[in-house]
């Protein structure tokens, strides 16, 4: 991996931070109209701000929720240990629960359990929770190294004057660090490469043009605005010449769940012969999984869709569909963008590889 290639360039805006004892989250919900914070100390508003998408983007609820969980093992360390199993395991199946696609999220969860389960015989409840928090700290560090692997790797990628598209959000407020697809971008903009972007509203939630055109502002990066109908006439057009897109899941057969929207985007640009990347760290893939047919999608509020930012837009009494996320056939994706290098058919067996799986 060759050195950073600018000073300028850093990890986005961290969507976790502490303040006093306190997580305090970037409220997504608010931006770009406002950076302003929410407060997820209490277990309750850590499991609302997830589901109701405070913090979003598959590493970064991963982080926040290893955070949530780490906060209530100080919480309940004046329990009895019989007391203390019980309502850990409430809090880390509650917290498991609050957004079923990302993959990250469990992982983050069953690395902070395993810690606290094999320590509660051995240690005493501070000193445990103080190791939840320290692994919590641990895992929030590996996805800033890891994002800044990715966007290096994947920086090489990128030619002189590409002009790239990207779908939904996966800069640093998704991914806690530089970001996974956006990192890629930024990074390939601070090598110098003149690059520019095409950028996915993203509806219904609006992720593209609210958080990613927001990112890409902050580091001047030249950046279009499109309605999410509009790549495939784009393409047409000879405008696009590579498209990278974050994942919330990846099967072990390269299958990847994104954003809703982001198989459209695959098949076109399948169809426009302009390769397909995914970005995403480690902690993305799902190794139960040998292929995308099982991957939960999210079936959010139909109020999604009838609605943007509260106002309606269409009929009252409107009947909607909101699936949050698609999955992308393996065979559509030229190269999966990770820590451990850019990862090529035939997947099963690059992904084995990365993972060290035996197989
Ligand atoms: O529903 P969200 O906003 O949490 O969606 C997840 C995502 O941010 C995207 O699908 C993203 O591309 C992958 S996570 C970096």
Known sequence: MSALTSKSYHPGVLPIQFEQGRIMLVDQRKLPHELCYFDATAHDDMCFAIQDMVVRGAPSIGVA?????????????????????????????ELNETRPTAVNL????????????????????????????????????????????????????????????????????????????????????????NISVYVDETRP??????????????????????????????????????????????????????????????????????????AAPLSTFDCELFDGNNIPIEERSSSEVVTIDGVATTVPDARAYNPGFDVTPAELIAGIITEAGVLRPDYRSSIDRALKIQI
């Open 205 to 278: 939630r609006n992720q593209g043009s609210k958080l990613t055109m927001w990112e890409l502002h902050q580091d001047a990066i030249p950046s279009t605005l499109i309605c999410d109908s509009m790549s495939g006439h784009l393409m047409k057009q000879g405008k696009i010449d590579l498209v990278i897109t974050g994942a919330d899941r990846i099967a072990r057969n390269g299958d990847s769940a994104n954003k809703i929207g982001t198989y459209n985007l695959a098949v076109m640009a399948h169809h426009h012969k302009i390769p397909f990347y995914i």
């Open 106 to 193: 469990r992982w983050a969860l069953q690395r902070i359990a395993a810690l606290v389960i094999q320590a509660v015989d051995q240690k005493y409840p501070g000193d445990i929770a103080n190791l939840a928090f320290k692994e919590a700290e641990k895992i929030f560090q590996e996805h800033l190294d890891a994002n800044l692997a990715i966007s290096e790797y994947g920086a090489a990628l990128v030619k002189q004057g590409d002009s790239i598209s990207t779908h939904c959000n996966a800069g640093g407020l998704a991914a806690c660090g530089y970001g996974t697809a956006l990192g890629v971008i930024r990074a390939a903009h601070f090598a110098g490469k």
């Open 65 to 93: 929720a290893a955070f949530g969980l780490a906060l209530n093992v100080a919480r309940l360390s004046t329990l009895s240990k019989p007391d203390f199993l019980k309502a850990f395991a409430l809090a880390t199946s």
